[in-house]
């Protein structure tokens, strides 16, 4: 089955049930506010759906200070040559226009909590009864001995949007026949699970289509194993031959420190000198703004009621995304998307008075590994335990067929186009 807008738009009406339909007056005259910051797939399917969905008896304002944003999801397969940056990048003028929404276009600075404020680059204020915060994560520049922040143009890392993504692809390109890419992968939990070993398939896709085939992947990783490995693996083997090495923390025994006026990476057990390109992936934390409104332990993530997505530390809040703690989860855009619209239920409940249901999350994660071979892993969550737990699960298998790897790749497209028509439009 393709998942394409409709499907993604009706599984939002699924969720939020029949909530246009004689919603009560909003109690008194003013609207109820709710202020969303961050544009990503959290935060612009939360106002979109909080917006359209109460008929606009609520004022919704979103936060957002890029005038467009490019998805962190298939920046691979631009990486990869599949996709022009353009397809990546997206405006929020039809968003605010089609739903009735309030497009603020600063950096949200601060949140005060007592006052129910948002503090704003520009310095105004924006008060708030239900705050949806979504800010991503941040990266931890001291989590890799010798990177920083200042390291990160000579060692992109390609985690955040913009100019990083488009680096990643320049210092891929200008890899030699025979030269060597070091990639080093972070440690749990972090933004996209199968996001880096991805990005390898499409490294290697890269090299092997320019006749670079002598070229070298070596892939350091902290963790003992990653998400899909048991198929990217043979994949990697059958496609691209020993081009790509994974090496888990037993065999490299370490990152000890890296050098990025020489490129070079020292492990435990092997240095690795003058290589064409190091991509550092660090270990990420929840975006600033959350960890500094006491969201957020100092280089963590938010704790959330898994039924609602309302911060454990303050229940007028509500976080979003990659920078949350929801259990099963991954750190998806799809896992955003979906915590958007429960959350979304909830705020109308709260404050018009609309009818609300048990909670349902859903993710698929989809990798593409070359042309028309594309894998995925995800499944179905509910609250339980005091956490956000799969209820059933799917992954791709090494042995599918060649025509289902082509079906995969076909819904991974279409999932694109659905989720940022829900994002955007």
Known sequence: MLIDRRSLVLSGLALSGATTLGAPAVLGQAKPRVVVVGGGAGGATAARYIAKDSNGAIAVTLVEENERYQTCFHSNLYIGGFKSYDEIVHGYDALARNNGITLVRARATAIDRDKKEVVLSTGERLPY????LSPGIDLKYDSVP???????????HGWKPGRQTQLIKERLDAVPDGGLIVMITPPNPYRCPPGPYERASMFAHVLMKTGRKQAKIVILDPKESFSKQGVFQP????????????LGPKVHDGIKSVDPKTNSVVTGFETYRNCAFVNVIPAQ??????????????????A?????????ADPTIFVLGDACIAGDMPKSAFSANSQAKVAAMV?????????????????????LVDTDDAIKVGGRYEPKDGKIAAVETFVSQPDESDELRKQTQA??????????ADMFT
């Open 129 to 132: 009864d239900r705050l949806v």
């Open 146 to 156: 010798g990177w920083s922040k200042e390291a990160e143009e000579a060692m992109p």
């Open 235 to 246: 994949d990697w083997e059958k496609r691209y031959g020993t081009m790509i090495e994974w």
């Open 285 to 302: 934390m929840a975006g600033a703004i959350a960890r500094e409104a006491g969201l957020a332990p100092a280089g963590g993530y938010c």
């Open 304 to 312: 959330i009621d898994p039924a609602t997505m309302k911060s454990a």
């Open 347 to 367: 705020i109308r409940g709260e404050l018009s008075g609309s009818r609300t249901f048990p909670p349902r999350y859903v993710n698929t994660c989809w990798s």
């Open 411 to 420: 819904e991974n497209i279409g999932w694109y186009a659905g989720i940022t």
